[in-house]
C-alpha cells in the first residue's frame, strides 16, 4: 500500500523547504559494484515516506557524459560517487533542500522527519549532518576498498544541502567539484563551522561504531541504518549488524517487483522488470512517486 501524502510548508526562496506540487529530492549516491544495495535503499526509502518523494541517483558515467564531472579517478576512492555527491546542489538547481545519502543506508523511519529538521534548520545553515567522532580501526571496507581516516569522516555520507544557500551555489559547481580536493569537499572547507547544522545520529547510526541504549532505546534506536563497513549483499559481511533487517527489505522489494506492483522506473508499466538506473544529470529530474 502506498503512504499517504502529506506536505510540509516552509519559507520561499533559498530556504523553501517542499510545497504542494514540489516533491521532496533525494540524491542516492550509485555505485555499479552495489547495484542491490541503492534499490534497496530506495525502496525504504519510498515504502516509509508520507510525503512525494524524487529518489535520484547520483550515477557517475552519466554526469561524465554530460560533461558535468570530468575528475581523473583517486585511488583513495572506495565508490564511485565519492566527490560526485557534492553535485547534488546543481542537480537540484540551487533551490530548496535536498538530500544526499550514500547507497549503504536502510531507512527504517520517515524521511519526512528529516525535512522537518531542515525547515527549523537556523536561517545560516548550508549543511546538516550528522557530526560523528568517528576513527574506524579496519584497514579495509566492503569488498575490499581501502579505508582512509580523515576529519569529519562520514560527516558526508549524508547531507541535508539547503542548496540555495549562497555559499553551495559559489562552491559546489561543476567545476569545483571536478578539481577541488577531498579534504576541501568532505569536510565542508568552503563553510564556516556555524553553517554547519547537527542532525541526530539515529539519522545515520554507523553500523559497529553506535549503540542503542537501552536506557533510552526510543531516542538512540536507528532511523536510517548506515552500513559504513559493508552491507549484507557483501559475502564478507552478510552476517553483521541489522543484517536482518535489510534482508527483510530486500525480500519485500524483490516480492514487489515480482508481483509487478512496483518498477524500477516508478512507471507501473507492469513487465514486472526493473529498468535501467537513469541518473540526475540536469535540474529538474523526472519524478519517482511514491505511488508507483
Not at 552519466?62 to 581523473?72: A, H, K
Not at 542537480?91 to 523511519?109: E, I, M, Q, R
Not at 576498498?145 to 569529519?152: C, E, F, I, K
Request: charged share 25%.
Amino acid at each position: 500500500m502506498s503512504p499517504t501524502h502529506s506536505h510540509l510548508s516552509g519559507a520561499g526562496g533559498d530556504g523553501a523547504i517542499v510545497g504542494a506540487a514540489e516533491p521532496f529530492r533525494v540524491f542516492v549516491g550509485y555505485d555499479s559494484r552495489e547495484d542491490i544495495a541503492y534499490r534497496v535503499c530506495r525502496h525504504s526509502l519510498l515504502r516509509r515516506s508520507s510525503i512525494p518523494l524524487e529518489v535520484i541517483p547520483i550515477v557517475q558515467q552519466d554526469l561524465r557524459e554530460s560533461g558535468l564531472y570530468w575528475r581523473d579517478r583517486d585511488p583513495t576512492e572506495s565508490t564511485e560517487f565519492s566527490f560526485t555527491r557534492f553535485l547534488t546542489p546543481h542537480l537540484a538547481g540551487y533551490h530548496g533542500w535536498a538530500l544526499f545519502v550514500d547507497c549503504d543506508f536502510l531507512f527504517v523511519a520517515d524521511v519526512a522527519d528529516l525535512l522537518r529538521l531542515a525547515a527549523s534548520a537556523a536561517s545560516s545553515a548550508a549543511v546538516m549532518c550528522v557530526h560523528h567522532d568517528y576513527a574506524p580501526t579496519e584497514a579495509t571496507k566492503m569488498d575490499g576498498a581501502v579505508q582512509t581516516v580523515y576529519p569529519r569522516k562520514n560527516w558526508s555520507s549524508m547531507v541535508l544541502f539547503n542548496c540555495g544557500h549562497p555559499k553551495n551555489a559559489a562552491a559546489l559547481t561543476p567545476e569545483a567539484v571536478s578539481t577541488r580536493s577531498g579534504a576541501y569537499l568532505h569536510r565542508f572547507m568552503w563553510l564556516n563551522d556555524d553553517e554547519v547544522g547537527e542532525v541526530p545520529f539515529v539519522w545515520n547510526f554507523l553500523v559497529g561504531h553506535n549503540r542503542v541504549d537501552p536506557d533510552d532505546v526510543a531516542g538512540t534506536a536507528p532511523r536510517a541504518i548506515h552500513y559504513t563497513s559493508g552491507g549484507p549483499w557483501f559475502e564478507r559481511y552478510r552476517d553483521c549488524e541489522f543484517a536482518d533487517l535489510w534482508n527483510q527489505e530486500r525480500d519485500a522489494y524483490e516480492a514487489e517487483v515480482k508481483e509487478n506492483v512496483v518498477d524500477g522506473d516508478g512507471n507501473g508499466d507492469g513487465d514486472g522488470e526493473e529498468d535501467g538506473v537513469k541518473a540526475a544529470t540536469q535540474v529538474a529530474p523526472a519524478v519517482v512517486s511514491v505511488d508507483a
